[in-house]
């Protein structure tokens, strides 16, 4: 496939105006203007993309990274990233790819998908990760590279802040095998102003995706922003109220892009983790290392069933059946392998 815009999907013509039906924000862009995710460009009267098949990142990542910790365990898997996010968080962490446009290589799909067959062929590769920056914007490369990652045998990955409508969410769902989602808080004023966003679409996506691949989430805490009990524990009720067996991932905020809050301390992590684990049975705490945060333990015999250590979730051992369950007991542990 030559390089080239490729026509989005999910919009209409209305009034002079494009009207994008991707993500919540429902975009009305004028000609020659992008929507709020600066990738979806109004071309004429055509809804085009202008990061479809336009990479900024390639590595070949630990899964633990994404971060999971319950889908295939101790395998790698090939991430691709690009430019561009339907929000703008004063915090982010990827703001040099998320809210600017880099330098970026051409990567068909079909080559996105020869790249993964070689790491299979080299190593224990499983499959392709489309994360780094906000990949629901990118929806036709992905859903182009996931339909044909599958055909080949291979898994694919949705890193992603959830902020998507929900048919585009169910067309792309068959295709995916694993999702981690951001849930920044239950608090809408937390996502408007700190975001640009909304964020019940979030909550959304994960009651809708669980039902159709695996999946676990993530929560950034930030100091003095969404670190209290008040803020956590509404949000914690609601991930057991999806599943008790939710994998939830804690990690720690660092000063970046436009924002200066002090880096969240260990023991608001530990206490969170403290509060996250009075509802949930699968709590960690992901780029902070403390001690006992990162272990898998049965919720019914309280054996471990997969010891991690270090940054990065790194496997010193597995104790799980094939069929995800402990292997002292017999449990489930909402485990793929």
């Given at each position: 496939m030559a390089e080239e815009l490729v026509e989005c999907r999910y919009y209409e013509s209305a009034d002079g105006f494009l009207h994008c039906?991707?993500?919540?924000?429902?975009?009305?862009?004028?000609?020659g203007k992008v929507g709020a995710c600066r990738v979806r460009k109004n071309d004429d009267g055509v809804l085009r993309s202008l990061n479809y098949a336009q990479v900024t990142s390639v590595a070949l990542d630990p899964i633990e990274k994404k971060p999971l910790?319950?889908?295939?365990p101790g395998t790698k898997i090939l991430s691709l990233g690009t430019f561009g996010c339907n929000l703008?968080?004063?915090?982010?962490?990827?703001?040099?790819?998320?809210?600017?446009?880099?330098?970026?290589?051409?990567?068909?799909?079909d080559q996105a998908v020869?790249?993964?067959?070689?790491?299979?062929?080299?190593?224990?590769?499983?499959?392709?990760?489309?994360?780094?920056?906000?990949?629901?914007?990118?929806?036709?490369?992905?859903?182009?590279?996931?339909?044909?990652?599958?055909?080949?045998?291979?898994?694919?990955v949705l890193v992603t802040n959830g902020i998507i409508e929900e048919e585009p969410l169910r067309d792309l769902l068959p295709y995916m095998d694993a999702m981690n989602v951001d849930i920044?808080?239950?608090?809408?004023q937390f996502y408007h102003r700190l975001c640009k966003g909304m964020g019940w679409p979030a909550r959304r996506t994960v009651e809708i995706a669980i039902e159709r691949c695996h999946v676990e989430i993530t929560v950034l805490i930030i100091p003095g922003e969404n670190d209290s009990d008040e803020d956590?524990?509404?949000?914690?009720?609601?991930a057991a109220s999806v599943d008790k067996q939710l994998p939830v991932h804690l990690s720690a905020y660092r000063p970046a892009y436009q924002f200066d809050?002090?880096?969240?301390?260990?023991?608001t992590l530990r206490r969170a983790w403290e509060l996250a684990r009075q509802r949930l049975q699968f709590v960690y705490v992901g780029n902070l290392f403390i001690d006992g945060t990162t272990d898998t333990q049965c919720p019914q015999c309280g054996a471990t069933a997969v010891r991690r250590s270090g940054f990065g979730g790194r496997i010193q051992q597995v104790q799980v059946t094939d069929q995800g369950r402990c292997s002292n007991c017999g449990a489930p542990l909402n485990i793929i392998r």
């Open positions: 039906h991707l993500c919540p924000f429902n975009c009305k862009i004028r000609p910790y319950h889908f295939y703008s968080c004063v915090y982010c962490q990827n703001w040099q790819i998320s809210q600017r446009r880099p330098s970026t290589r051409y990567l068909a799909p020869q790249m993964a067959q070689e790491q299979v062929r080299r190593g224990n590769n499983i499959g392709i990760a489309y994360t780094y920056n906000e990949p629901i914007i990118w929806y036709e490369y992905v859903y182009d590279t996931a339909r044909l990652a599958q055909e080949a045998g291979l898994k694919n920044k808080s239950m608090d809408e956590l524990v509404p949000l914690f009720d609601w809050a002090p880096p969240t301390p260990p023991e």
